[in-house]
């Protein structure tokens, strides 16, 4: 195991950690209001702070990272698995099945995404939920062209044809030939659009499209923040250092996972 | 003493449909496999002869068109279905292939490649499959400890041993090598060839060899057909064979084999979208006569041998 994926496995398992067990860390809760002690620095009872009506900035945190991260999950493990059995569907069956479902894909992949998601966000409302939907839909379309290409590629390799030449059946070539070498490059895409995905959500709730106040969620507390910027900076340094964090490790989490599922390279590694 | 037929293939016509017009690259084939038996089929690169091969089991692309009647062991397996040709694969036909690397699975341990290609014929534990793989690294004399490495670890020599142990991990009686030792370096061809004698012997298996090295042919085969442009023009015993080729074509390759600086075969192989009227090598051949452009030659058979041509026969 390479220095990379150790370091990867450890942030993301504290990010983990943050995500679900977040609501036991928490000191307050993120909606309780105390004008008393509103903008607040640093302090032994407030360790980040406190806002502009004096929630606690820390389990603030806590909560919005929850939700960002989770919502960007949800948006992945969805169009990835729309994305998978279209695509596998298309490459599998072929011919006419195949140029009806990838003319389809076609039309998704040429909405430009985030102008349709902001288009999606300001039709159906600004809420969690319409940007999960609107994400969903404009991104499966990717996962599922690359799917296909994977089966594709798999599917003509000859050790696939040598594999049948020996007694392998259609369902075993499949389950084991064909589907492994799809789930890796899938898999890796798929890491590398969590932090992708997780930028989208900030960003459209920063424009205040996605996640609504008082619901914590980075993109909205930066927004929020950026009225008390020079006598707050705390308010979105803070949540710009977890964004920055969540993205990057999901990000060398990724990087090292692929050479980690390449025997080539992990030889190397061991030597 | 009579031999007993493993294969008889009679009648095999095989063409390819493609948008720019049929190829033909079997026409009218016959030969036997006797059992226990290496029968070589040799001709330039072009003739059809892998095609001949990957046909026996019904490995070739959608567009082939395959006519004629295959008996494996006297039941005519020709006509039956695919799912039920999918058992003859692998247990009773193996086929290895010329690029020992890219037919194995480059992510997946060889071991555990030879157990599963067992455990995918006979139903079986995984821990028995794992014996029987162990078993089979042993017989093709790579060293257990093997079992774990991935096939880009190994030579091409070892990449085509294990290629060889998962053939042979359903002891087939037929062993189809596709130009099994053409990307190997010469000496590790000499071992590969030994391996295979020496399974074959071990096993009784019969081998259906392709190659374009005569010297392949001469030391692997006991019978051996030599095929130019999707016709078998020749089909002897090994010594009779290089004691005296009879076909034009068979005398021609022996030629470049025993010059192999200088001497070629003038011209090249025809392109199998033609429709010969007469016989395909006669552009080629030093001994064509008139005839010969416009008659096709028929099978003459005399004891085992076979001779496609008007201007010969056996005897």
Known sequence: ??????????????????????????????????????????????????????????????????????ISLVVVAASMTIGFIFGSVAAFLGGAVDEFLMRIIDVFMAFPTKIFTIAIAGVLGASAFNITLALIFTSWASYARMVRGC????????????????????????????????????????????????????????????????????????????????????????????????????????DSLRDYWDPRIKSELVL | MKKEKLLEVEQL?????????????????????????????????GCGKSVVALSLTRLLPENAVINGSVKFEGFTISDLDDKEFAKIRGQKIATIFEQPMSCINPVMRIGEQIAETYRANFKCSKKEAKLQALKKLEE??????????????????????????????????????????????????????????????????????????????HDMADRIGVMYAGNMMEIAERDAFFKQPLHPYAQELLNVVKDPCHYTIPGTVPNLMEIFSGCPFEPRCQKATEMCKTYKPENSVRDERMVR???????
Request: glycine fraction near 6%.
């Open chain 1, 1 to 70: 195991m390479g220095n990379n994926l150790k370091t990867g496995l450890v942030l993301i398992f504290v990010l983990a950690a943050i995500v679900f067990a977040g609501p036991l860390i928490a000191p307050y809760d993120p909606f309780e209001v105390d004008m008393s002690v509103r903008l607040q620095g640093i302090s032994l009872a407030h360790i980040m702070g406190t806002d502009q009506l004096g929630r606690d900035l820390f389990s603030r945190l806590i909560y919005a990272t929850g939700t960002s991260v989770k």
């Open chain 1, 151 to 254: 089966v594709l590629t798999a599917k003509q390799l000859p050790f696939i044809d040598a594999s049948v030449a020996l007694g392998a059946n259609r369902r075993y070539t499949i389950v084991k030939h064909v589907l492994p070498s799809v789930f890796q490059p899938l898999s890796t895409f798929a890491f590398q659009r969590i932090a992708h995905t997780m930028m989208m959500i900030v960003g459209l709730s920063f424009i205040g499209l996605g996640v609504q106040p008082p619901t914590p969620e980075l993109g909205a507390m930066i927004n929020e923040s950026k009225n008390f910027m020079t006598t707050a900076p705390h308010l979105f340094v803070f949540p710009g250092l977890l964004i920055s964090y969540v993205v990057f490790s999901f990000n060398i989490l990724d």
């Open chain 2, 13 to 45: 016509n095989i063409k390819f449909t493609t948008s720019i017009g049929d190829v033909n690259v079997s026409d009218n084939i016959n030969f036997t496999l006797n059992k226990g038996e290496t029968f070589c089929i040799v001709g330039e690169s």
């Open chain 2, 140 to 217: 093709v004399k790579l060293p257990a400890n093997r079992y774990n490495a991935y096939p880009h670890e190994l030579s091409g020599g070892m990449q085509q041993r294990v290629m060889i142990a998962i053939a042979l991990a359903c002891n087939p009686q037929l062993l189809i090598a596709d130009e099994p030792t053409t990307s190997l370096d010469v000496t590790v061809q000499y071992q590969i060839l030994e391996l295979l004698q020496e399974l074959k012997e071990k096993y009784h298996m019969t081998i259906l060899m392709i190659t374009h090295d005569m010297g392949v042919v």
């Open chain 2, 309 to 315: 041509c008007l201007n010969v026969i056996p005897n």
